[in-house]
């Protein structure tokens, strides 16, 4: 046995890979393909605290929940094994599907709207230099360092269908505002409108990727005679596509995923006069199964179906953006 | 918005059981039975969860639970019980010795074995079970045994704004609940919108939350005595969910009363009251001293809710201590938490509650315990009148309704059985089902919780 | 890149020399779309300020105004400092919260830089099949893995220390090694090329040209990590005990609990000490952003 496949049993290649063969289907000539055999040891150097991690932190967890999913377990008493039973009520659960609608509903309002909000917000913010412009990006931020449980209450009142700021607002142009916190059709839409607020963070990673885009592309497409919105299209979003990218992947999972701010309006602590089933997300539901009704098994369940649902989503975003997204590094 | 907040002890809604609940009879656990013994030491700390410092009255009896073990390392991980920090206590082995929860989990607790019964506690103690309040012990009971040790009590009250009723020429007597028709007209001469925006909101029936005590209040129940058969398609729940939620179709719908209700300063100078803006409604005890701290002038005026035959009607809530069967030091777990409830612990705290209450220049209204003869040796000792009529009235009402609570039994679904009705009368008020099919719907769903839930513990045989 | 000191207080970037000079009409639209970006600018800064500024005045007031929907308290008064000071061991809590923030933020930038870096520049088997596995640890939602992680913690005795705050960062984390990937894919080739036939060797390659030319996205990591732990809930809540231990948020939770059958809502004591947790990271910010902007253009070699 010799040493080499040795560091390679202790890596996650995928069975019947070779090592150190090159990989099939090495495309187009890039940078990469002149990487030597064997290039998979310094590799793995520096993947090895990862490797690691996903091991006892990841893999673990995952297979564990799978194993509870096939249980009846409430965590206060030993799991007992029920084979499918939890998947076979999964599959008629009426509330579960509404949930699961719920979110579809949200993160389809929610990603367009947020990653086009962050990127018209990082082109403004990269407009501004000197003093300034620190203010600027601190206060895009602000909203995303304040505690949620302050700012939940905050934002109910200003979404407030009665005298909340927001239907005021909208008052000076004629507009009758709906009732945003409790009329279950508005109340999707509503919590869309809250979570842009917490843009700060993608604004940021989106004008760090602004910054590092060369002036002499500019000044070429200036040259050019290109106007302002040619630019962007032509020459700032291709060059910054690898951000954006990253920008709607996450948030997708993330609007997948997201829990915070509809549980802090309508389930949190002591907030049972209103437990909205049209405010009700999936990870909501997930969370009350486990911890609220302790189905802590049905509710490994329903989360494995959550994983696999994101899985999909993503792996289709990672295929599109093959075509799209441009890597100044050459392509993938 | 704030109003949830409110809603936090009213939360558990459980209706049933008048407030004679059968204490645990003789049934003796002997597995236990030592484990309670003075004699039983143990070195292991006392670890506790569900408990924090809020005030003075935690404060002072903590000092002397505290006291009353000493020797015994007291660890406590203060802020209410929180499930995910419970449960993975319990997952990884790691269980407190004494745990403070909401009266309405500890069926759920119970019916799943991680909590133990107490009747072997309370006699080590000698604590006699019928000196709480019956309701209260009556929620802590499951299958006969009593498996917590029951701590303060919540009541609802009707509150409501003199100078409005005295403008529409009605008194309190038409909105305390005992002739729904009367509440109905008041709600409709009481109620005042401008522009299309409500301005006063005439009567609130707080719904969902209170739906059980305008079941209770015309002899209805939403589950069986023995919390296994759910009955939230009875006429009585549906004639008065009808009735709740037509107060607020007759302002506008409930989404717009909600949306302005939420839009008040509950807990500041500008709340309903003060602004003018609610004619009456039922609400918790405590907020009595929410108003005479913030608006000690407001024309507020209090009473019982009353049930059809004008009797005081009002369902508990409030929290217990409860053991871990896995508690690392019962012994002291129980000295602990019997020393939180005992008289004098109560008496010594409501005490210093006085003497705070004074030097802020505010009125004492009184505490309610869960313990009948703390109660009475409080209000007899402490509360006294503040010559204002509307104040004096409201620990009047808080104490007569107190005398007159009910509860619901110790249920092992709790959490799906209140969440089903629940999103009915949601589902109800958003205009998206009728009553009937509501609860209907509703039934089903709880039902089949309780099953689930019942099996489980009849099949352990216990 | 940087530009000269500006004029006015909210100069903006002439976009490149060419368009400095140039017709009058056009430089009457540059400066009709300056005058746009700036209103815009203001615009969105009131909206995302305005809930801080909210809670701020809030903190000033007695309780019974805290609702009363004042920007300007009626009354202002730093009582609800004095006694939320009085009240918890702040000062303890933001040394935990310290101590928390700086490890997991330090070590969730080194670790994920590095494997960011494995991810970006070499390629080998599986490569893609592994950055799928980095993905997919970003989609199990939380309620379920938290119990399996909390028993590896257990198991290792660290329960009610500070350590799972922020140990579980030593081994990167899914969504900054995603995002230092995207960035360090977007260094031009030729720079290691060069840098190769000098004969650096691979750590240098990272350490020397790498890191250095991503350093925008390395503070945003740290920044961002350092956000998350400052005002992350759920671990201090199951990890954490003793509330000596406790860090801002997990304290913060036990003041809002203070809500129990005898007694009511203190939301003047919340507002405020959210406030006092928020400020520490609004200076922080402050002071890390101006990295975000490269400080070298990047075409230009270094190293």
């Not at chain 3, 007694?263 to 520490?280: D, N």
């Amino acid at each position: 046995m010799t040493s080499a496949q040795d560091t390679r049993a202790g890596t996650t290649l995928p069975p019947g890979t070779e090592g150190d063969r090159p990989a099939q289907g090495a495309r187009k000539q890039s940078w990469r393909d002149g990487v030597r055999r064997g290039d998979w040891r310094p590799a793995l150097l520096f993947l090895s605290p990862w490797v690691v991690g996903f091991t006892v932190f990841t893999a673990w967890p995952v297979i564990y929940t799978g194993y509870l999913s096939l249980t009846d377990y409430d965590v206060l008493t030993a799991p007992s094994f029920v084979g499918l039973e939890n998947y076979q009520r999964l599959v008629q659960d009426q509330d579960a599907l509404r949930a699961m609608n719920n979110t579809m509903v949200y993160t389809v309002l929610q990603v367009p709207l947020y990653v086009v909000f962050s990127l018209m917000l990082a082109l403004l913010l990269n407009q501004v230099v000197g003093r300034t412009a620190g203010i600027f990006r601190t206060v895009f931020f602000l909203p995303s360092m304040t505690p949620p449980v302050a700012t939940g209450v905050l934002l109910l009142l200003l979404f407030n269908g009665q005298d909340g700021l927001l239907n005021e607002v909208l008052a000076w142009f004629g507009i009758n505002g709906p009732n945003w916190t409790t009329d279950p059709f508005w109340i999707k839409p509503g919590l869309v409108l809250m979570s842009l607020l917490s843009v700060g963070g993608s604004v940021i990673i989106l004008f760090a990727a602004l910054r590092g885009v060369p002036q002499d592309l500019y000044d070429a497409a200036f040259v050019d005679g290109a106007g302002f919105w040619r630019r962007t299209w032509h020459v700032t979003i291709p060059m910054i596509s690898g951000a954006l990218f990253f920008v709607v992947v996450v948030n997708t999972i993330a609007a997948l995923q997201s829990f915070t701010e509809a549980y802090t309006a309508f389930f949190g602590v002591g907030n049972t006069t209103y437990s909205n089933e049209a405010a009700e997300l999936y990870a909501i539901h997930v969370f009350r199964q486990a911890f609220e009704f302790l189905h802590m098994g049905y509710a490994s369940a329903l989360a494995w179906l959550l994983f696999l649902v994101i899985m999909v989503i993503t792996a289709v975003q990672v295929v599109v953006s093959r075509r799209l997204v441009f890597y100044e590094g050459g392509a993938r | 918005m704030r109003t949830r907040w409110t809603a936090m002890v009213a939360v558990a809604g459980v209706m049933g059981v008048a407030g004679c609940a059968t204490g645990s009879g003789g049934s003796v656990e002997p597995v236990s039975g030592d484990d309670f013994a003075a004699t039983a030491t143990s070195d292991a700390p006392l670890t506790i969860m569900g408990f924090g410092l809020d005030d003075e009255v935690a404060q002072v009896r903590y000092d002397r639970a505290v006291e009353a073990v000493s020797g015994t390392d007291v660890k406590l991980s203060e802020g209410g019980l929180d499930m995910q920090q419970f449960l993975s206590a319990v997952a990884a082995g790691d269980v407190p010795a004494l745990i403070r929860a909401d009266r309405n989990q500890i069926g759920t607790l119970a019916s799943r074995g991680a909590i133990r019964p107490v009747g072997d506690c309370l006699g080590q103690a000698g604590i006699d079970p019928s000196q709480f309040v019956g309701s209260a012990v009556g929620q802590v009971t499951f299958d006969d045994q009593i498996f917590g040790i029951p701590e303060f009590n919540t009541v609802q009250l009707t509150m409501a704004n003199s100078d409005l009723l005295e403008k529409a020429g009605l008194t309190i007597e038409d909105v305390n609940g005992s002739d729904w028709d009367a509440v109905s007209q008041a709600t409709e001469a009481l109620h005042e919108e401008s522009g299309g925006k409500l301005t006063v909101i005439g009567y609130d029936s707080k719904l969902p939350e209170f739906l059980p005590l305008w079941v209770h209040a015309i002899g209805g129940r939403m589950i069986s005595e023995d919390g296994r058969t759910a009955s939230l398609d009875s006429p009585e729940v549906e004639k008065a969910l009808e009735w709740a939620v037509s107060i607020y179709d007759a302002q506008g719908g409930f989404g717009t009363v909600k949306a302005f209700r939420d839009s008040a300063d509950f807990f500041g100078a500008g709340n309903q009251f003060a602004s003018d803006s609610l004619g009456a409604m039922p609400m918790e005890q405590w907020y009595v001293n929410v108003l005479n701290e913030v608006s000690p002038d407001a024309p507020v005026v209090f009473d019982a809710v009353r049930g059809q035959d004008g009797e005081p009607v009002a369902y508990a809530n409030g929290s217990a201590w409860a053991i871990p069967t896995a508690s690392q030091n019962p012994a002291a777990a129980c000295t602990f938490a019997t020393e939180m409830v005992s008289l004098d612990s109560w008496m010594a705290a409501a005490k210093e509650r006085a003497t705070q209450r004074e030097k802020d220049g505010l009125q004492f209204t009184g505490l309610l315990t869960g313990s009948t003869e703390a109660d009475a040796q409080i209000r007899e000792q402490l509360v006294k009148p503040s010559g204002e009529e509307n104040w004096d009235g409201a620990v009047e009402a808080m104490y007569d309704a107190n005398d007159h609570t009910f509860a619901f039994p110790a249920n092992p679904a709790d959490a799906e059985f209140r969440t089903a009705w629940q999103d009915a009368v949601n589902r109800v008020l958003n205009g998206q089902q009728e009553p009937a099919e509501a609860l209907g719907d509703a039934q089903q769903k709880a039902q089949a919780a309780l099953d689930s839930a019942w099996k489980k513990w009849d099949e352990q045989g216990r | 890149m940087t530009s000269p000191a500006p004029t006015s207080t909210e100069s903006v970037t002439p976009t490149s020399a060419a368009e400095v000079s140039g017709p009058r009409s056009f430089r009457l639209r540059r400066r009709l779309s300056r005058a746009v970006v700036v209103v815009l600018l203001l615009a969105f800064s009131v909206l995302f300020s305005y809930p801080f500024v909210w809670l701020v005045s809030a903190s000033l007031k007695p309780r019974s105004d805290v609702f009363d929907n004042r920007l300007v308290p009626k009354v202002a008064t730093l009582d609800n400092y004095v006694s939320v000071w009085q009240e918890a061991p702040l000062a303890l809590w933001i040394g935990n919260t310290l101590l928390v923030t700086v490890l997991a933020a330090a070590a969730v930038t080194v670790t994920s830089a590095m494997v960011a870096w494995a991810f970006a520049y070499y390629r080998f088997p599986g490569r893609n099949l592994l950055f799928g596995l980095v993905l997919s640890s970003m989609m199990l939602p939380g309620a379920v893995t938290m119990i399996p992680v909390f028993l590896i913690w257990d198991s290792l005795g660290q329960v009610d220390t500070l350590t799972p705050l922020w140990a579980g960062n030593l081994f990167g984390s899914a969504f900054y090694i995603f995002l230092l990937r995207q960035f360090f894919l977007g260094l031009p080739r030729e720079l290691f090329e060069a840098a190769t036939i000098d004969g650096a060797g691979h750590w240098q390659l990272f350490t020397r040209i790498a890191l250095p030319l991503c350093r925008p996205a390395l503070a945003v990591t740290l920044l961002f990590e350092f956000q998350a732990a400052w005002t992350d809930l759920m671990r201090p809540l199951i990890y954490l005990r003793d509330s000596s231990n406790f860090t801002i948020a997990r304290g913060l939770k036990a003041l809002l609990d203070q809500f129990g059958f005898g007694g009511e809502w203190h939301w003047e004591i919340v507002v405020t000490a959210s406030v006092i947790t928020t400020i520490p990271m609004i200076i922080l910010f402050f002071l890390g952003q101006k990295h975000f902007v490269a400080g070298i253009t990047t075409g230009g070699t270094k190293g």
